[in-house]
C-alpha cells in the first residue's frame, strides 16, 4: 500500500502569541534596519565635544545631536532597502486576539518572514546594512496594485513577493520601475504564464524537473539499455512526460527511447540483454501501485532489469510496503531537501527556536535561504546585483539556487536535486 505522509506542524500557543505581537508591530508596513548606530563615546571619538571649549551644556547636546543625525543619515545613505510583502492577512483579524485559523492563514507569511529575518541579521553580524520594510499584502488584488505605486515601495532595491500567482499579475501589471527586481519567492506557476521581464522565480517548475531528470536519464543510459516513457496521459504525466523524449534526445542522440501508454505496451518493449530506464509522470497511487507489481513480476520471473524515475511529487509518498522497491534505485527529483543532521541546519533551528520559541518551517528555510542569496549578492555587489544573478549559484538549507535568463519572463530556478529511494527514505544523491 502506497500512503501519503502528512508534514503539517500543529499550531502551538506560542504562535498565536507571536502573531499578535505581530499583528501589533506591523500594523500594514513595519521597518527593520539590521545592524546598530551608535552613539559617538564621550572619551576622544570624533565629534566630542571638550568639556573645556566654553560652550553650554546645551550647545554640546545640540552638536551631538547634529552629529548623530549626520552620522545615522549617513548610515541610511549605506543601507540597501528590500521590501517584503506577503499575505499576512492582519486585516482579517477580528479583535486583539487572533483565533487559531487566523494563525493557520497567516502561518506561511509569518513563517518566511522570521526566516528572512534571520537571514538579514545573520549577514548584518558580518557588516551589511539593510533597511527591511515588512508589507502585509492581504492577498488582495487592489491591495497589490495599490502597493505598487506606494511610498513604501518607491525606493526598494528588492522586492520580495507578492507570494500568490494572482497577487504577482496584479502587482507587476502596476509597478512601473522594471530595472528593480521582482522575486517570486513559492509560486511554482511557470515563469512564461507570468512572462513579467524583472521577475525571479525561485521555485523550480514541473519544465525545469523534467528537462533535469531527462539529462539525468540519457547520461545513466548504455549501449544495450532502453528508455520507456510510461505515461498514461493523466494531467500529472502530461505535465512532466510530455516532452521528455525530446529533451532526453537532445542530451544523447543515441538514445533508444520510446513512449508508452499502458503495462502491456511496456512489457512489449522491454529489453533482456540492458537495463529498462522507466520513467513514470502519474502520482495515481493505484497506476504507481500497478506498475511496481508488474515490475516485480518481469523481474523475479524474466530476470529484466530495471531504473525506475518518478514525478517530484514521489517524495511525498511512502513506499515502505515494497520489499523489492530498493531493487530499481527510485530516483526522484526535489526542489527542497532539508538535511536534518547538517552542523548549518542545526544552527539555524536552533536560532530559530531561541528568537520566537517554534521550530522552522519549509517556509522558514525558505525565508532564509531567500535572504542570504540576495542579501549577499546586493552586499557584495551594490545596485549592480542582478547582473550577476546567472553567474552565482547558491545550495542552502532548504533550497538550491541557480538562474537561467529569458528576457521576456525573467529569471528561472533550475536549482533541482536528486533523491533515491533506500532503505523506506529519500536521500539525497
Known amino acids: ?100 485559523e487566523d494563525v493557520k492563514r497567516s502561518a506561511l507569511a509569518l513563517d518566511f518572514y522570521q526566516g528572512f529575518q534571520l537571514g538579514l541579521e545573520e549577514l548584518g553580524e558580518k557588516g551589511s546594512k539593510f533597511s527591511l520594510k515588512v508589507i502585509d499584502s492581504e492577498d488582495d488584488n487592489f491591495r497589490n496594485t495599490s502597493l505598487a505605486a506606494s511610498a513604501s515601495i518607491k525606493n526598494a532595491n528588492l522586492i520580495v513577493g507578492p507570494v500568490y500567482p494572482k497577487e504577482i499579475r496584479a502587482f507587476s501589471q502596476a509597478f512601473k520601475e522594471k530595472n528593480i527586481l521582482q522575486i517570486s519567492p513559492l509560486a511554482a506557476t511557470l515563469a512564461s504564464e507570468f512572462a513579467i521581464p524583472n521577475l525571479v ?29 510510461y505515461n498514461i496521459q493523466d494531467g500529472d504525466s502530461k505535465q512532466f512526460l510530455d516532452n521528455f523524449a525530446s529533451e532526453a534526445l537532445g542530451y544523447n542522440k543515441s538514445l533508444q527511447i520510446k513512449v508508452v501508454t499502458s503495462i502491456a505496451e511496456l512489457n512489449e518493449n522491454l ?67 532539508v538535511d536534518e543532521n547538517a552542523e548549518r541546519t542545526r544552527r539555524f533551528n536552533q536560532k530559530y527556536k531561541n528568537k ?40 542552502g538549507i532548504n533550497s538550491d539556487f541557480s538562474f537561467d535568463y529569458f528576457p521576456e519572463w525573467g529569471y528561472v530556478n533550475r536549482g533541482v536535486r536528486f533523491m533515491v529511494y533506500r532503505n523506506n527514505s529519500f536521500d539525497r544523491k
Request: hydrophobic share 35%; glycine share 6%; net charge positive.
Open 1 to 100: 500500500m502506497i500512503s501519503v505522509q502528512n508534514h503539517q506542524r500543529r499550531l502551538s500557543g506560542n504562535k498565536i502569541a507571536l502573531a499578535v505581537a505581530l499583528a501589533l508591530s506591523l500594523a500594514s508596513c513595519t521597518t527593520k534596519k539590521t545592524g546598530v548606530l551608535r552613539s559617538p563615546s564621550s572619551k576622544g571619538e570624533q565629534g566630542t565635544v571638550s568639556n573645556n571649549s566654553g560652550k553650554t551644556a546645551a550647545e554640546q547636546a545640540e552638536e551631538a545631536r547634529k552629529l548623530e543625525a549626520a552620522k545615522a543619515s549617513e548610515s541610511l545613505k549605506n543601507q540597501k532597502s528590500i521590501a517584503l510583502l506577503l499575505p499576512f492577512q492582519l486585516n482579517r483579524i477580528a479583535g486583539m486576539r487572533p483565533t487559531a
Open 201 to 229: 522565480s525561485l521555485t523550480p517548475s514541473i519544465r525545469a524537473h523534467s528537462e533535469i531528470m531527462a539529462k539525468h536519464v540519457a547520461k545513466q543510459y548504455a549501449y544495450g539499455d532502453v528508455v520507456l516513457v
Open 271 to 337: 529489453v533482456v540483454a540492458g537495463t529498462n530506464h522507466i520513467v513514470c509522470g502519474t502520482t495515481n497511487r493505484n497506476q504507481i501501485r500497478a506498475l511496481l507489481a508488474n515490475m516485480d513480476v518481469q523481474s523475479s520471473e524474466s530476470g529484466y532489469a530495471f531504473k525506475l524515475y518518478g514525478h517530484p511529487n514521489w517524495a511525498k509518498l511512502s513506499f515502505e510496503d515494497y520489499t523489492n522497491i530498493d531493487r530499481y534505485e527510485l530516483t526522484v527529483t526535489t526542489s527542497t531537501l
Open 356 to 395: 520566537f520559541q517554534v521550530i522552522p518551517s519549509d517556509f522558514s528555510y525558505k525565508g532564509y535561504d531567500a535572504a542570504i542569496y540576495f542579501g549577499g549578492l546586493i552586499a557584495k555587489y551594490g545596485d549592480d546585483y542582478a547582473q550577476h544573478l546567472v553567474k552565482e549559484t547558491y545550495s
